[in-house]
């Protein structure tokens, strides 16, 4: 169990970090007229909606947003990590990590944000905002299986462990 639990936290570590070079990417796509409000802020916004209708300002909503994609990166990173833990014969980091961000992509933008309502499908989206998004997501995950990597075996123990 001890195993499992520093994976948690050095995958949570490395998705935030990774989430962090997400950001910067997002804003690139963002600044070139590609994403129109940013899904983070969409998912922050419509979650202060619903808790405090329009009273919060700009500035709540700010954090919010900071928090939310923070707390998506992190969470999703420290399971990201575990599963490289249990794989039997983990892919490369990167390779492994760019095709869980691509999936993680996958069922958050075709399942989720539309079935909430956050975002239509990706073949319905505005130009440019999936492929952003898309690369946003493949990044994160070679950058935070990496990171996740190099922090499990920091801690003494080699990524390709099995649990018991």
Not at 8 to 13: E, F, P, Q, Y
Not at 37 to 59: C, V
């Amino acid at each position: 169990m001890q195993g499992l639990a520093r994976d948690l936290v050095a995958g949570s570590l490395s998705g935030t970090v990774a989430t962090l070079a997400m950001s910067g990417l997002m804003l690139t796509g963002q600044r070139a007229g590609l994403l129109g409000k940013q899904p983070p802020r969409k998912i922050s916004d419509a979650m202060l909606d619903r808790l405090f209708g329009r009273e919060p300002g700009e500035q709540p909503r700010r954090w919010m947003t900071a928090v939310v994609h923070l707390g998506i990166g992190a969470g999703a990173g420290g399971l990201h990590q575990v599963g490289r833990r249990m794989a039997a014969r983990p892919q490369p980091a990167v390779l492994w990590g760019g095709a869980a961000g691509a999936t993680l992509w996958a069922l958050a933008y075709w399942v989720v944000a539309p079935v909430v309502g956050l975002l239509p499908p990706p073949d319905r989206d505005r130009p440019g905002r999936p492929q952003v998004m898309l690369a946003s997501h493949v990044l994160w995950g070679a950058l935070s299986a990496a990171l996740g990597d190099r922090l499990a075996r920091r801690r003494g123990r080699p990524h390709r462990q099995r649990l018991p």
